[in-house]
C-alpha cells in the first residue's frame, strides 16, 4: 500500500506498532514529539484511514467540605442519635452541642422515627447500627476513588448533600492503528539538507485593509473596556444631528457649505411631541430665536455619529451606561493631506451619577495606551454641545509635533434635560484615519483611499 506520510505521522506509526494503543501523552513520551505535534498527527492519521481515536471517560470520587467533617465526626444525625444514646436531652442543650448541623440532623431523624420530641426534650426511639451514607464515607475517605467501586444506593442518600462528595470526570483519548496501517512499512530514507534562507516566490494573499485593520482594533478596545456598540442610520434628520445637541439653526455648520443635505426630502417624525416641545423651548430660552420646526425635518448625511447616541440616550434615559457608536460621516469640507469629505468616527458615552471629566481623561488615556500612544495632553476648547470641553493632543514624533486628535466634554444641561437625562454625561469622538495615520506612519490621509498597491502590500499586520 503506498500512502505519502509526513515524519510525524512516521512516528506514531512505529510507535504504536510497538505499543498497539496509547493515549496522546504517551505518545508524546515515546515519540519524542510535542503536544501540538501529536494532535495534527492523529487527526491526519484519522484522516486518511490509518488511525481510530476512540474517547472514554471515568468518574472519580472524594470528599468535599462537609463530607470530610462527616468522615471525621460523623455524619450529623450520628452525631445528634449518639448524644441521646444514653439519655434525653434538652432542645436547647443539643442545639448548642451540635451547632450548625443541628437543624439538618433533627430534621432526618424526625423523618425516619428515631427520636420522640416532647415539648423542649428530644428522646431517643431506635438507635440504627448503620446510617445510610456511613458506608460511602468510609470508602472514600481522605482518598479519590473510582465511583464503580462504592454502593450506588448508598452513595446516592448523600450524593445531593451540599459539600459532601465531588465527581471528577476524567476523559481518554486512545489511538490505534487500522488494519490499514498495519501494512504500511516505515523505511528510513535519506533526507537532503534544506536551505531555510533560500528565497521564495513572492504570493500576495488577501488581507484586510490596513484602515479596517486600526477599526478593528478600536471596536476591540471599546469592547473590552466594558463598552457595548450601538448602530445608527447615516442618514438623519436634522432634529437628531443639529438641534437635538443644542446647535441653533442658523450656526454656520448647518450651512450647504458645510452639511450635505438630502434633496427635497424631509422627515415626517423626527421624535416624540415632548422631546419637540422640550427642545424647541431649550432653544427659544437660551439662543433667543424662533426656532423652526420645518428646518429640523431636514434630513443629511450624518456630520458626526454623535447623533446617534444622543437619539440612544434619548430613548432609554439610563441611570448607568457605557457605550459607543462607529461608522461614516460626511463632511462638505475641501480635501486636503488631512480632510475628507467622507470618513470615519469612534463616538462613546458614559452615563452615571458621580461621573466626572476626570474619569474621562483618563478613559481616553487608557484607549490611547491601548492603542499605543503614550504622549497626550487636553487643551481646553470649545464645542457648542459640551461644558467643560477638552481637546486631546497627542505628539506625533516623526513630526516632532502636537496634533489633535479627539473632542471630549460633558453634555451641557441644555442637552440632557430636554431629553429627560439626569445623570451627567461623558461623551467625546474623534476621526479614525487620524489615528490610522499615526500607526501607520502617513501625512497624507488620502494615501488610505488612493488603493497603492505597494504600499498596501508593504505594510506589516501589526503596528
Known sequence: MSQVLHEIEKKIITSLKVNPKQTPEQLEKSTSLSTDQIRRGMEWLKLKELAIVSESQSITLSLGKNGLESFHKGLPERRLIDLLKNESKKLQHLQKELGSVFGPAIGLARKNNWIDTSEDEITLKIYPSELPGEKTLKQIGENKIPKNEVDIADLSSIMKRPDFIIEDIIKTREISLTENAESIEITAGSSNAINVESKVPDVFVARTHPLKDTIDEIREIFVTLGFTEIIGNMTQPSFWNFDALFTPQDHPARELQDTFYLDGLSAKKIGTSEQIRKISESHKKNWRYYWDINEARKMVLRTHTTCVTIKHLAENKPDEARFFSLGRVFRNEKVSYKHLVEFNQIEGVVVGKNATLRDLMGIQREFYRR??????????????????????????????????????????????????????????????????????????VREFYSNNLSWLRSVTKCQ
Do not use: C
Not at 486628535?405 to 460633558?410: A, E, R, S, Y
Open 371 to 444: 492603542i499605543g500612544i503614550t504622549k497626550i495632553k487636553f487643551w481646553p476648547t470649545f464645542f457648542p454641545y459640551t461644558e467643560p470641553s477638552l481637546q486631546t493632543m497627542v505628539y506625533n514624533d516623526r513630526l516632532e509635533k502636537w496634533v489633535e486628535l479627539f473632542g471630549m466634554g460633558i453634555f451641557r444641561p441644555e442637552v440632557t434635560k430636554p431629553l429627560g437625562i439626569t445623570k451627567p454625561v461623558l461623551a467625546w469622538g474623534g476621526g479614525i484615519e487620524r489615528i490610522a495615520m499615526l500607526k501607520y506612519g502617513l501625512d497624507d
